[in-house]
């Protein structure tokens, strides 16, 4: 059985700019957990979907955004980057929004800002 | 709110020694914790968790962990290293949140090295 699947596994992008990062769960998984990794700082939780709405939301600036699809895969957005925002991003899932489910990683996308 | 701290920043054990890498939490409510390994450049790997029932939780690889309610404890467990187990390991609390959701919340990390 597959595993969460992460793209892109690097990313390079200039100050400023864009970045899409995408997330494919489990299969059977409908809920999507996004998470920033950066270096000395841990795991800063940054998104939570589920059945395709925002359920939870960490300490980000509007400018991480993202959204669920039908097919219960992610996409996280930041726009605007900083250098700060050089980091790996970590994407998770689970079944249903059940309080003991176990989440699941994923391999990570590295996202570079220069 | 609920909060999960690891007290070392790194462990340091000879292959074969028993080891512990220590977390206490604070929660509202009951406890929902989990371990997590992560080797260098790669994603998390669940460990185990403890929802409810037995204090003692086996998990992969040949770990346990131990719930303490009275001492809000969880420290990770394995009787003997190796040196493959070196990696970062994390614990994490789930917080329940009022509005119905919840996040994982995880522990600065402990880096555990095991010599040879």
């Known amino acids: 059985e597959a595993g969460v699947t992460q793209s892109p596994t690097h990313l390079i992008k200039t100050r400023g700019q864009q970045a899409t990062l995408r997330c494919s769960p489990i299969?059977?998984?409908?809920?999507v957990y996004w998470y920033q990794q950066a270096l000395g700082l841990g795991l800063q939780f940054l998104l939570w979907?589920?059945?395709?709405?925002?359920?939870n939301r960490g300490n980000f600036p509007p400018r991480f955004s993202g959204r669920q699809f039908p097919n219960y895969s992610s996409e996280l957005n930041v726009n605007a980057l900083e250098l700060e925002d050089s980091a790996l991003y970590l994407c998770?899932?689970?079944?249903?929004?059940?309080?003991?489910?176990?989440?699941?990683f994923g391999e990570g996308s590295w996202l570079t800002v220069v | 709110a609920q909060s999960v701290a690891q007290p070392e920043d790194q462990v340091n054990v000879a292959e074969g020694n028993p080891l512990t890498v220590k977390c206490t939490y604070s929660?509202?409510?009951?406890?929902?914790l989990f371990w997590y390994v992560q080797y260098p450049n790669r994603g998390l790997q669940f460990l185990l968790k403890?929802?409810?029932?037995?204090?003692l939780v086996k998990g992969s690889y040949g770990f346990e962990a131990e719930f303490n309610k009275s001492q809000t404890s969880f420290h990770l467990k394995k009787p003997s290293a190796l040196v493959s187990d070196s990696a970062l390991y994390f614990c994490?609390?789930?917080?329940?949140?009022?509005?119905?959701?919840?996040?994982?919340?995880f522990g600065a990390g402990t880096r555990l090295f095991v010599k040879a």
């Open positions: 998770a899932s689970s079944f249903r929004r059940t309080t003991g489910n176990t989440i699941y």
């Open positions: 299969s059977g998984h409908t809920s």
């Open positions: 979907y589920d059945e395709g709405e925002e359920r």
């Open positions: 929660v509202s409510g009951n406890p929902y």
């Open positions: 403890y929802i409810t029932g037995d204090n």
């Open positions: 994490a609390v789930r917080d329940i949140g009022g509005t119905g959701g919840f996040k994982t919340i």
